[in-house]
């Protein structure tokens, strides 16, 4: 299958920082989106992004399908930002979406 | 937010009885998926319905079955569950094959 990779594992920031989390894939893929996990388990959406860049907020994602990467883009972290961002993808053969391990965002006050 | 829920939200059951999870959704979507997460294995994909009585296995579907009678409803059970089936589950549903998914709350499973 395609192997998704995330990174950095672990983020620690000062609020107000800025940051940069990528997701690099070795195939094609059909979707990508973004999660945050916050730290009461929930998984919200952030971005569904196959190609092209989006921005909601504070928050901005680009994704280049020919390069095979994805990258989040986070400013002006606030406490609330802290939790676990996945990248997800389909395609590739596989049904559903294939996770990566997450980056784990820690943003102290 | 999706209109998607799991209930129960937790459970605490014994090892070798069957178990039940049900996810509902009010969104009419076609395409219902249960994964499961545990710590160092990020989110896998358990089973997956593609409409009403079409469903088919993920990368973890063995001590597994799944169920849907109604295109709002997918039920996942535990035949005789296990202690390695503690887990939180989650439910996701999306309109198409890779359309964007839409995970429900969770419900947090512990085998004993």
């Known amino acids: 299958g395609i192997q998704v990779e995330q990174s950095p594992p672990d983020l620690i920031l000062q609020e107000g920082a800025n940051s940069t989390l990528r997701c690099n894939f070795s195939?094609?893929?059909?979707?990508l989106q973004w999660f945050h996990q916050n730290p009461w388990g929930q998984l919200i959406n952030l971005f569904y992004?196959?190609?092209g860049t989006k921005q909601n907020g504070r928050l901005s994602a680009t994704t280049v399908a020919t390069e095979r990467y994805s990258l989040l883009y986070i400013s002006s972290s606030q406490t609330t930002d802290s939790g676990v961002y996945f990248c997800?993808?389909?395609?590739?053969?596989?049904?559903?979406?294939?996770f990566g391990k997450g980056t784990h965002l820690i943003i102290q006050p | 937010d999706a209109g998607i829920t799991q209930s129960p939200r937790h459970k605490v059951t014994e090892t070798g009885t069957p178990v039940t999870l049900r996810c509902h959704q009010t969104e009419n979507h076609r395409y219902m998926y249960w994964y499961r997460q545990d710590p160092g294995h990020g989110l896998r994909l358990i089973h997956y319905s593609y409409g009403v009585k079409d469903t088919d296995k993920g990368e973890v579907s063995d001590g597994y079955s799944v169920s849907r009678s109604k295109t709002e409803d997918f039920l996942l059970t535990l035949e005789s569950a296990t202690s390695s089936q503690t887990s939180v589950y989650f439910c996701a549903i999306s309109g198409g094959r890779n359309t964007e998914a839409f995970f429900g709350q969770g419900t947090r499973l512990t085998v004993v």
């Open positions: 992004i196959p190609s």
């Open positions: 997800a993808y389909s395609g590739g053969g596989a049904d559903g979406l294939t």
């Open positions: 195939d094609s893929v059909n979707n």
